[in-house]
């Protein structure tokens, strides 16, 4: 693996996330416009994607099930955010470039 890829699994292990992987940019390529990689970062080489367990008690919330549910989306998503921006970091301290993004 190179230097990228280390620090890159070493950060998600150390801020738990559980599940990760790295793919060509180019597998996305087909998508459509305005979705490919390509139009979020010219030049982008590599796509990252990540996973952390949502509980599935916010589903079986009796009689409150959907507040819980949108409760708990905002802080998933902002968690995701703010794992995302420092991804970006560590990518960008060892020389990439990199845009956050989630969908």
């Not at 998933?76 to 970091?89: F, G, P, Q, T, V």
Request: hydrophobic residues 45%; aromatic residues 10%; proline residues 8%.
């Amino acid at each position: 693996m190179n230097e990228i890829t280390e620090k890159i699994k070493a950060f998600f292990q150390g801020n738990d996330i559980p599940v990760f992987g790295i793919a060509p940019a180019s597998s996305l390529e087909t998508e459509p416009a305005g979705y490919r990689p390509s139009d979020l970062l010219a030049g982008a080489t590599s796509i990252l994607c990540v996973g952390i367990p949502f509980p599935k008690g916010v589903f079986q919330a009796p009689g409150k099930a959907e507040q819980m549910y949108w409760r708990a989306a905002a802080i998933y998503y902002r968690h995701l955010d703010a794992i995302l921006m420092r991804a970006s970091l560590v990518i960008e301290e060892t020389g990439g470039t990199a845009v956050p993004v989630y969908g």
